[in-house]
């Protein structure tokens, strides 16, 4: 079965923590499935077991939180899009998706996070800056525990066309 599908996944750095492998085992999954993957990622120890055949890897600062970078980010990202000719992007931090945001919302594709970690969110800018993951088309929470958080500490930046997504 052959798909036109083309998921792109921005992590910061392909580690071992629980978004990584995640990132990592979704990539692999989704060629088994008819539809090609990429990952954008600064680097990253996982980087070296990625099968190059059937993942294709870009390396990217999309590890960093400079305003600067997160904007130049977005626009090589909008390249890549183009490029490849993406479908579906997918972010897993913060800093990423602000460029994965900004890429999609000139490029009209589809845009979804994953929600991993209760963010601090002491003040205003914060929490702004936090709301970046519950700004895609489809946001999947890490847990129950997640989709509480994200419903009660986010709402403001939800409507009703937003769709939230607990896989536990």
């Known amino acids: 079965m052959s798909s036109n599908i083309k998921v792109l996944q921005v992590i910061p750095k392909l580690g ?3 978004a990584e492998t995640g990132c990592y085992d ?3 999954y989704l060629p088994e499935n008819g539809c090609e993957s990429f990952i954008v990622t600064s680097g990253g120890e996982l980087t070296k077991f990625v099968d190059k055949k059937k993942v ?3 390396k990217l600062p999309v590890h960093s939180k400079n305003p600067l970078l997160i904007l130049i980010n977005a626009i090589l990202l909008i390249g890549i899009i183009l490029f490849f000719k993406i479908s579906i992007v997918h ?4 800093a990423p998706a602000w460029s994965c ?3 999609t919302k000139l490029t009209n594709r589809k845009f979804v996070t994953t929600f991993h970690g209760t963010y601090n969110f002491s003040g205003k800018l914060k929490k702004f800056y936090n709301s970046v993951m519950v700004r895609s088309d489809l946001i999947i929470a890490g847990s129950n525990f997640i989709f ?3 419903k009660e500490n986010y709402s403001e930046f939800l409507s009703n066309q937003k769709k939230i997504f607990s896989y536990f």
């Open 26 to 28: 979704i990539a692999h």
């Open 91 to 94: 972010a897993r931090s913060r």
């Open 148 to 150: 509480s958080h994200i």
């Open 56 to 58: 294709k890897l870009i």
């Open 16 to 18: 071992y923590g629980g």
């Open 101 to 103: 945001l900004f890429a």
